[in-house]
């Protein structure tokens, strides 16, 4: 099985903060990779697939990058709706999510 | 508007059974493998079973083969998941949701696009 391994485990960061997630994969997943974001008592929201590309309707703030077995979701300057937790998921494999970020204030 | 909306979840005590819905409307249900994917309290999301659009593929995670049977039925836009043999670690969310597919262009990537809003199971004697 392949297991995703995100850090760190909690963020604290302040609106208009750069904030960086990385996942690393146990093996490479190429670039079959999503990143979602979930908030308490929702449902995950996909944000990024393919490792890179944005899902139609998430604000530009939001980009990932990576291949192979490292990746990153950068969202460029944080506003009050992204406190969250964010996940990442390898679908080159069956599927298998991250543990998850929080993103706290 | 696309909806998938579950239902089924509940009490049940350990070597339970309990059978979980999960029906679509608002696109064509049809055209889409589908997925369940649970959640225990605290943790991150854990992939339970796929299964294609006309149903010939199923998969599972290793956790709950032999238990659980995935299962759909395109005419009732409706998706299924029997859950047998329950232990305490089935205790979770169960989500069902969509894998993308753009009708449009046929294209197909095996991220999950919807997600509905959960059904609650809890295995506790």
């Known amino acids: 099985d392949i297991q995703m391994t995100q850090s760190p485990s909690t963020l604290s960061a302040s609106v208009g903060d750069r904030v960086t997630i990385t996942c690393r994969a146990s093996?490479?997943?190429?670039?079959?990779l999503a990143w979602y974001q979930q908030k308490p008592g929702k449902a995950p929201k996909i944000l990024i697939h393919?490792?890179?590309s944005l899902q139609s309707g998430v604000p530009s703030r939001f980009s990932g990058s990576g291949s192979g077995t490292e990746f990153t979701l950068t969202i460029s300057s944080l506003q009050p709706d992204d406190f969250a937790t964010y996940y990442c998921q390898q679908y080159n494999t069956h599927w298998t999510f991250g543990q998850g970020t929080k993103v706290e204030i | 508007e696309e909806q998938l909306v579950e239902s089924g979840g509940g009490l049940v005590q350990p070597g339970g059974s309990l059978r979980l819905s999960c029906a679509a409307s608002?696109?064509?249900?049809?055209?889409?493998?589908m997925n369940w994917v649970r959640q225990a309290p605290g943790k991150g999301p854990e992939w339970v079973s796929y299964?294609?659009?006309?149903?010939?593929?199923?998969y599972y995670a290793d956790s709950v083969k032999g238990r659980f049977t995935i299962s759909r039925d395109n005419a009732k836009n409706s998706l299924y998941l029997q859950m047998n043999s329950l232990r305490d670690e089935d205790t979770a969310v169960y989500y069902c949701a969509r894998e993308f597919y753009d009708i449009l262009t046929g294209y197909y990537e095996y991220f999950f696009d919807s997600w509905g809003q959960g059904t609650l199971v809890t295995v506790s004697s």
């Open positions: 608002g696109f064509t249900f049809g055209s889409h493998a």
């Open positions: 299964i294609s659009k006309g149903g010939s593929t199923i």
């Open positions: 093996q490479s997943i190429r670039s079959w």
């Open positions: 393919k490792a890179s």
